[in-house]
């Protein structure tokens, strides 16, 4: 789990803003549309990335379409610590 970490969040483009939609989904659950204006990103955008999450076990989602809630996995939860380490690498 730790590689796939650091790859979807520092080997692509995207990485910055997966980092910012993680640490909103740690606070608690939200859907897309939320996610979006919190982060004043667009809604594709933020749909992107919650697909890369999603696909790569980082992220789970409850309820389909427009309404679906996102929230970290449990094996994120497991990796936090990688993540704030992710997080202080990027931010160096």
């Not at 910012?20 to 992107?48: G, M, Q």
């Amino acid at each position: 789990m730790e590689g796939i970490l650091w790859y979807v969040l520092t080997g692509t483009r995207g990485g910055a803003n997966r980092i910012r939609i993680l640490r909103e989904l740690s606070d608690r659950p939200r859907n897309a549309n939320r996610l979006a204006e919190e982060l004043r990103l667009d809604y594709k955008t933020v749909r992107h990335h919650l697909d890369v999450l999603v696909q790569n076990g980082m992220v789970e989602h409850s309820g389909t379409g427009y309404g679906s809630v996102y929230l970290p996995s449990g094996q994120t939860r497991q990796h936090w610590d990688t993540i704030e380490q992710i997080i202080a690498h990027v931010n160096e």
